[in-house]
């Protein structure tokens, strides 16, 4: 049996409507209110559960993206009192087990058997399924990495958060941009947009109403990036494309030009606002 949300899951009007056939695939509404873009289907627990036990384990990570933990990791240093940092949805625990290196005391949360385990042989603390396990003013900080677009109630999900952090503690999070460029190009071909893979899709304004509404108050908040091999692939050239990614990733590491150019090209994505990824810095008011 299908159920389907009655209300906005941000200002709870019941007005809303579709965004158009190319998006009927994920059942996608826009509340008339505030804008925010949801999954109108509510999944079954056995639609999530058959969803991502498709996904693949792989212990291996990029240096680049080590190198990325680290300098991210430095930034919060200044949030370091209680020395202990909760990721949701932390996957195989890459992040954290660079944390754990750096001397914080990690925890984290996850769907399935299968990354729980891979997470506690790398001596993570770990609770499976939601945040309702820990307790209040537990954390300095709480990350959250293409997370939110997953959770069906948004509000909820962070006024937890919130609870959970000590005061002036930090919230730092990336989810992508419907505001993109990319979706602004490609539309519901957008291979972000997946049911049930992803519900709640956040634009700048949505996402910092809910997080205001939350007790939440921002230090910085940037809209950036272009994931060129997420373009290609949703695209429909899946075929013979390598990592196209990676490899530019590489290059711009080794070339002071393309790191200056780079900086140009996030600099005109967060301006306009169309960079693939909502990234921000909140702390608990």
């Not at 007005?15 to 158009?20: I, K, N, P, R």
């Not at 195989?92 to 925890?107: M, Q, S, Y």
């Not at 997370?147 to 959970?164: F, M, P, Q, Y």
């Not at 700048?204 to 091999?229: V, W």
Request: proline share 2%.
């Amino acid at each position: 049996m299908e159920n389907f949300h009655k209300a906005c899951l941000l200002c709870g009007s019941s007005e809303f409507h579709s965004l158009g056939k190319e998006y009927d695939h994920a059942y996608l509404v826009k509340c008339s209110s505030c804008g925010l873009v949801f999954g109108k289907r509510i999944p079954t627990e056995a639609e999530l559960q058959l969803h991502y036990a498709k996904y693949t384990r792989d212990n291996s990570i990029s240096p680049i993206t080590i190198k990325r933990y680290e300098e991210l990791l430095d930034q919060f240093e200044p949030y370091r009192k209680l020395n202990r940092i909760l990721d949701i949805g932390c996957g195989d625990g890459h992040f954290l087990a660079v944390a754990k290196r750096k001397g914080w005391e990690v925890f984290g949360t996850e769907y399935t058997n299968e990354a729980v385990n891979v997470c506690r042989e790398k001596g993570i603390q770990i609770h499976q399924g939601s945040i309702q396990n820990y307790v209040a003013d537990q954390f300095d900080v709480i990350t959250s990495f293409e997370v939110l677009e997953h959770i069906n109630d948004g509000r909820e999900h962070l006024s937890k958060i919130n609870e959970l952090l000590r005061n002036k503690g930090l919230f730092y999070f990336t989810t992508p941009n419907f505001n993109s460029m990319s979706r602004r190009v490609l539309g519901g071909k957008w291979n972000v947009i997946e049911y049930p893979e992803h519900l709640l899709y956040y634009t700048k304004p949505t996402i910092s109403k809910i997080l205001n509404d939350a007790g939440f108050s921002k230090i910085s908040f940037k809209t950036t990036g272009f994931n060129m091999q997420r373009f290609k692939l949703s695209g429909g050239n899946a075929e013979h494309i390598g990592n196209t990614d990676e490899t530019l990733r590489i290059a711009i590491e080794e070339k002071k030009l393309l790191q200056f150019a780079k900086q140009i090209i996030n600099g005109i994505l967060n301006t306009f606002r169309l960079g693939d990824t909502l990234k921000g810095f909140f702390i608990k008011s």
